[in-house]
């Protein structure tokens, strides 16, 4: 469907000429990379927040402090929670929408440790409520297909996706660092079960950014929680916002990305904490890879939809242009920091004729990945991959006026969740464009 490779295009010759640039400045550059450190939030800016006045039907904190002694703690210990909202039409009571918070991860100990501080590590400083956009959203005219159902916030504290399932806490500088992610899914399950979802009809489960990760990793997970405990369970599907990062080297073929989330993956034990069918399909020193979405996407039984950009912004800054960091540090990686490709990075209108071609390949990287899996073409599956250069854009204005081939991603959402199981993937797959190598580089107007 897309290009193997720059060499189909014409930007082969740019790719090779910036490649062997970069491997000319490293081997003679005295000075080092500056080393820019990432926030521990950087997906959770404008998509989501504390509630505030004027909001129709903010969502409310539950601290499960019941649960602690089954393990759903924070990384610093504390409670983990979920916000949570009921459904506002009646006739909507058994249905559910339940989202997975994002924020990153950590990766390796000391960094951890110093997650454990804030909010994505601790409930010490949680707001009472939550509201959120997008797909989340309560109003019926941005988000018409879930704004009046149930609404659940799982709120992020384990560091890996919900992933880590480690019995004994690590110890940095004197504290405990617990990682125990997939119990405070089960905990949140237990909890939500007595409040209603056990009569549940209706579930459409999503996340954005690490959540959206969360969401491939997890969607069969809680598929078999749900029915479990919800006997009158007729419908469930998934759908992910920008969940889907590559295995991928940076422009100077470094392997960052993928030696960090290796590393977080043993810290946290997350073996028994992601899809089981993908991790019992590869080998111990292979398991790793199922921390990912596209090891994990053939695995995946759940009607799925990906909602994403084939190049993200969080990706292009913080895999393809990220620079290591070193061994205890409590830097929370180093995005955008190879050399020459800050601004290129941050906006690919800033890029050379060289490095927009380095963008492009990525582009098709990322097709490559998601679309060579059959689960990219089982019936009652969907897409809606952009060139928008945005991360989460389904929780912001984006999900009601990007378009592909004239149709919203809000529209083709809506779609797909009203589609039964046997319709063909295609009938609800959107597709990108390449961006052109001359300027004006982008190619879907809608993008602003």
């Known amino acids: 469907r897309y290009p193997r490779s720059l060499k189909d295009s014409q930007t082969m010759s740019r790719f090779a000429t910036l490649v062997l640039a970069i491997a000319a400045a490293a081997c003679t550059m005295a000075k080092q990379p500056e080393i820019i450190s990432v926030d521990l939030h950087p997906d959770l800016i404008g998509i989501h927040g504390p509630a505030e006045e004027g909001v129709a039907v903010p969502m409310n904190l539950h601290l499960m402090t019941d649960k602690v002694a089954q393990g759903a703690m924070c990384l610093d210990g504390t409670p983990a929670g979920f916000y949570y909202s009921p459904a506002t039409n009646a006739s909507n009571a058994n249905k559910w929408e339940l989202y997975f918070e994002g924020g990153g991860w950590c990766y390796q100990e000391y960094d951890c440790w110093e997650r454990s501080k804030g909010r994505l590590g601790s409930s010490k400083s949680w707001p009472s409520t939550m509201s959120a956009g997008g797909l989340m959203s309560d109003d019926c005219n941005v988000n018409p297909d879930f704004c009046d159902w149930n ?3 799982m709120v992020y504290c384990d560091g890996n996706s919900f992933s880590g399932n480690r019995d004994e806490p690590i110890v940095v500088n004197g504290d405990k660092v617990y990682f125990r992610g997939k119990r405070i899914i089960d905990a949140i399950f237990e909890t939500l ?9 209706d579930v459409v489960q ?3 950014s690490a959540g959206g990760l969360a969401t491939y990793l997890h969607a069969d997970y809680v598929g078999d929680l749900l029915r479990a405990g919800s006997k009158q ?4 599907k998934a759908v992910s916002i920008s969940g889907f990062f590559l295995n991928h080297q940076t422009v100077e073929q470094k392997f960052v990305y993928p030696d960090e989330m290796q590393y977080i993956f043993k810290l946290a034990n997350s073996t028994h904490g992601l899809n089981s069918d993908c991790i019992s399909d590869h080998s111990p ?3 790793w890879q199922c921390n990912f979405a596209q090891y994990t996407y053939p695995y995946i039984k759940t009607p799925f939809m990906a909602l ?3 190049l993200d912004s969080w ?3 913080c895999i393809y242009t990220s620079e290591p960091v070193p061994q205890n540090s409590t830097a929370n990686g180093a995005c955008n920091a190879a050399p020459g490709w800050k601004a290129c990075s941050g906006n690919p209108d800033d890029c050379n004729a060289d490095q927009i071609g380095a963008m492009v390949q990525y582009q098709v990287d990322f097709m490559n990945a998601i679309n060579g899996s059959a689960t990219y073409d089982k019936s009652g599956n969907g897409a809606f991959l952009y060139s928008c250069h945005t991360h989460c854009a389904a929780q912001s204005s984006s999900y009601n006026t990007f378009k592909i081939n004239g149709v919203t991603m809000q529209q083709a959402v809506s779609k797909w969740w009203n589609s ?4 063909p993937a295609s009938d609800n797959r959107y597709e990108p464009c390449l961006y052109h190598t001359t300027q004006p580089y982008s190619c879907n107007p809608s993008c602003g």
């Open 420 to 423: 039964d199981e046997s319709t």
């Open 308 to 310: 994403n950009s084939a």
């Open 151 to 153: 609404r659940v916030f």
């Open 315 to 317: 990706q292009t800054g």
């Open 285 to 287: 020193l292979r398991q």
């Open 193 to 201: 079960m007595p409040m209603g979802l056990s009569n549940a009809t």
């Open 233 to 236: 369970l007729t419908k469930y």
């Open 206 to 208: 999503t996340g954005c």
